[in-house]
């Protein structure tokens, strides 16, 4: 169980129920998610939480399976279990396979390990130095 | 200065010469990466770190730059100097402009905040319940 | 179960008895918390970890609550379940309301996300410039 | 230097001047701080951000010090140094003393050292049992 | 349950099986673990990531002992359940003792707390000025 | 410069005083470190977690090079600074080689990747299955 109450959808009025509302309606749910409906004990943090994820989810250039693919590399860093059971099913939502995810998860694998290295040791950045200046450069 | 000395190239013999090798012709550089040259006391570790890199980027379905996102992703969630510089870099070596490196940064502080509040309330996951069965779920 | 049995208050003795008595006269409870069973195993370490943990809650100018708030917001953060049931608990005894917790959750969230942020694009603090310099400056 | 150029003031428009003008205005600033000026590549990001900003700060119950205090301890526990500096000046700002800063500290000190063993020990949760009921319960 | 579905030993083959095998054999185990059949779903990485471990475990001049420790320290700083679950495992196949264990996580416990008050604070190292230069020094 | 001034030594008096000199008198030390004089603002915080510090690196039956390596590899996953250049200088000063420095980082480098992995899937340990049940287990 949830550390708070959820604010159930049928006790929902205001900014709450405007809110509730809207999320049903951009996402084609019959259900509030969870984590909406826990952080709804304080109607304009909850507002703007969606204003800014609508935001972040529907302007710009990268794609929405980049940008759940964002969402899962972050949540695994920070071992979110919410977050990274939505996430792999919005994932899978648009077509992932199971050897994407762990594709996804090999490149989070690696970049947690080799950033403990980098900053475990204090290495020093330094601009890659290319054989052919010209050429496109793939620093690591 | 790192908390190692680096195994610099005139240095290097066997097997951390090979790698280094493999890494210039790979990458198109004409100085191998301070990251290789700090592990490189380790040979045999070189070896398999550099042989895994190798996979994971050059492998699968998942295109580079969208690795390189989660790179970068993964480094801001971890706040490693080194790789924040050397993936931005990179992202900037395949076309990517400040503001898609700002929209990429907005999905990872999206994501953080959000993973604090599910953990910190201990919100659990329901799998979505859609409006119209048949239509493609959103969860979030 | 955890990954060690706990020392129970049946087998204390010496210095793991005492403190356990100081453990349940200070907090007024009749068993002791798992958290100091299972440091336990350690004498010495349970004792210096007692006495660091009444230093910091029992001296100085922050109140109780306000302490408590910084424990749930470091939980949250870690995303440490016992930590964050029994300092959710804690804060509940004192009064706190679910509005409050979800008040608190949103200054995490937004700490968590904007830290990310400051740290992935290395934005380097300016001290800030006052409109009128003789005003309160609040920086953010 | 960050990893993206900042928008500064002289070439804000739009969306992003007005949000520049609150930010200012509500602060009291003559600059805006450069986290706002690194994110402004992402004008609607901008706009959410501060917004959802305003929105934690200035409405509930909780006061500006406590929440500074959260922002503080977040960011200790994450290592953002961008925000440490920042809102350690907010909280000198509203009157907080170097002894009260380490007060603090010592708190995240704890409790980031706590959660450690709580989670590496897997150490379950058990409600408080009071030595009287009716009393208020003191959990940790 | 897992986010993907393991790759069962009956259905490996190619490089799959030939690195299920070397895992039995070297382990000697007669189930592979399930992190390894997890990520089986990328053979290509399972067999780096396998090779990598191998290295690291079994190259060098510390001790197996002291690498499950440093793992276990990793793991409990990161809150990872089935990594602390392992390679408390594995340190008590080695002999460790449950003092033993609250001993590692006694130290654990510290610097988790240490660090982030060094870094809360920014506090800058200057290396240690010895009482008798010639002595060996004892820097914390 | 630190966030807080330090208190320095001809300042110490009382508690403080009392500590400052144990500090030199057990490490052999000319100086009192700064972490020390950072956190003595609060003389009562100072003395228990000196007194903490203490009990864990003097008491046990860990030996202090393998507590060291523990102190590198929490500081390496969480990049703390002064805590990775002072624990390493006490490695160095405990007779460690480049080559084990890198070592203790190969094996927080894959530990931290994994813990990522099988946090990121949400794998579920499983204990190990024996080819030979009398047998030593070696789970991973």
């Known amino acids: 169980m949830a550390l708070v109450p959820y604010v159930e959808e049928e006790d929902a009025t205001g900014v709450v129920r405007e809110v509730y509302d809207d999320i049903k309606r951009t ?32 302007t710009g250039t990268l794609d929405r399976r980049t940008k759940e693919m964002i969402a899962v590399a972050v949540s695994a860093t920070n071992n979110c279990d919410y977050c990274l059971r939505s996430h792999t099913d919005a994932l899978r939502a648009l077509g992932t396979t199971d050897a994407e995810i762990v594709e996804l998860m090999s490149v989070v694998d690696f970049f947690n390990g080799s950033n403990a290295v980098s900053s475990g040791l204090r ?18």
């Not at 084609?28 to 703007?48: K, T």
């Not at 290495?123 to 690591?140: C, F, K, S």
């Open 27 to 58: 996402r084609g749910l019959a259900r509030v998610p969870a984590f909406w409906r826990a952080i709804a004990h304080r109607p304009e943090y909850l507002r703007s939480e969606w204003t800014k994820l609508r935001t972040i989810l529907e």
């Open 123 to 140: 290495i020093e950045y330094e601009p890659p130095v290319l054989a052919e200046p010209d050429a496109q450069p793939d620093p690591a």
